[in-house]
C-alpha cells in the first residue's frame, strides 16, 4: 500500500519542542518534493514547511521561520519537521504530502500522497 505516515506529535508547553516523522511506505520519496501542512480548528488548511527532492530547497511560512526547521533522510526514506519556541497558534493537525515539482508542492498543489495527520498541541 502506497502511502505516507506521519508521527512525532502530542501535547507539549509553550515554548517547547517537537519533531514530527513523515515516513512514505511502498515507495521512495527520493523523487519527491515533500510538504507540510497544518489545519487548526475552523481555519483553512496552510502551508509549514517544503523541501525539494534531493533537499537542497526549502521554504517556510512566515509564521514558522526561525522556529521549524525541515529536513530528510532519503536512506530512511523519512522527511523531519523539528519545531521548536512552540506557541499555542502552532496547535492543529500536521500532514505531510508529497509531490513531483518543489514550487507546486510549497503552494499545495499537485499533491500525489497525503498522510492521515499527526496532532499538535501547544497548550500549558
Known amino acids: 500500500q502506497l502511502q505516507l505516515v506521519e508521527s512525532g506529535g502530542g501535547l507539549v508547553q509553550p515554548g517547547g519542542s517537537l519533531r514530527l516523522s513523515c515516513a512514505a511506505s511502498?515507495?521512495?520519496?527520493?523523487?519527491?518534493?515533500i510538504g507540510w501542512f497544518r489545519q487548526a480548528p475552523g481555519r483553512e488548511r496552510e502551508g509549514v514547511s517544503c523541501i525539494s527532492s534531493h533537499g537542497g530547497s526549502t521554504n517556510y511560512a512566515d509564521s514558522v521561520k526561525g522556529r521549524f526547521t525541515i529536513s530528510r533522510d532519503n536512506a530512511k526514506n523519512t522527511v523531519y519537521l523539528q519545531m521548536n519556541s512552540l506557541k499555542p497558534e502552532d496547535t492543529g493537525i500536521y500532514y505531510c504530502?508529497?509531490?513531483?515539482?518543489?514550487?507546486?508542492?510549497?503552494?499545495?498543489?499537485?499533491?500525489?500522497?497525503w498522510g492521515q495527520g499527526t496532532q499538535v498541541t501547544v497548550s500549558s
Open positions: 504530502a508529497a509531490g513531483a515539482r518543489f514550487i507546486a508542492t510549497m503552494k499545495g498543489e499537485s499533491l500525489r500522497y
Open positions: 511502498g515507495f521512495t520519496l527520493d523523487y519527491y518534493a
